[in-house]
């Protein structure tokens, strides 16, 4: 009798095939992050979901339209004498500020050092908060087709808010500054000690690492961008010290810092320029001495 032929083959068990996933998911996360492979993936399917993305923001603009058009008339009195008050108050420091600025441009000018650039800046709107409940990144509602450059840092009214860490042709993604592990260069006002804060994961709080014990640094210090690396203007404000912890068995001191910056109640950030003139880092040549 004529044996029969199987025309379908057994199939791998479900462990196997979970095993293979796995691995393969797994390989694919970390040469991602080695060699940011899937960048040009990223980029193209942001260019392609645009459309939807836009549909679909639309009820959203709608009821924000309406709950903006039902503001009071008390609201608009008391926001009015607000402004008002901030006006008045602004311009007398504008005042202070416009003469030392012309004495700034006079030493600079005797010292024969650089003119300072001044960034411009555009302003975008938030639009897209992470699902992820521990990641502190935000998008927002403009991108390269704007004049966005990545790198560039976010502020608000008050201070850093973050940096654009990817760049999509109409939108960008921020890395808020209270982001585990993003540093920002800065230093103390009262002494110009610099120091780099860290951010710790939550939005109410960050540290300052690597500092001795025996540090000037104190409660109430304000802490504000160094302009050291580039990426960041300098003096832009950054947080407050509330705590420092000085504890002998340990060679560094806790310090912990408030964001001045309303991180996580704002829609709308600015974006500055990168300063593109910046000197780019020397490349690290290794002296040899001669012996002859």
Known sequence: MQEKTAFFKQRSSIKTTLLFYTF???????????????????????????????????????????????????????ENSRLKE??????????????????????RRLLQLGEPVEPTHLVAEIIYYPRDPFSREVIVDKGSSNGVSLGAPAIDAAGVIGQVVRLYPWTSEISLVTNRDHPVPVQVSRNGLRAVVFGVGYDSSLEVRFMPIDTDIKQGDILATS?????????????????????????????VVKPVANIGKHRQVLLLSKNENFPPRPDATRVEKNDN
Request: proline residues 5%.
């Open 86 to 107: 901030e006006m008045f108050n602004t311009d007398k420091l504008r005042l202070v500020q416009d003469s030392l600025l012309i004495e700034n441009k006079n030493l």
């Open 227 to 255: 302009g050291i690396g580039g990426v960041y203007p300098a003096n832009l404000p950054v947080g407050t010290v509330t705590k420092v912890d000085r504890d002998e068995s340990y060679p560094f001191a806790k310090v």
């Open 24 to 78: 393969f998911c797994v390989l694919s996360i970390y040469t991602d992050a080695k060699f940011n492979y899937l960048e040009m993936i990223r980029a193209g399917m942001s260019i392609a979901i645009h459309p939807l993305r836009t549909v679909a923001l639309v009820p959203t603009k709608i009821y924000q339209n309406f709950t903006n058009f039902l503001v009071t008339t008390k609201d608009l009195k008391e």
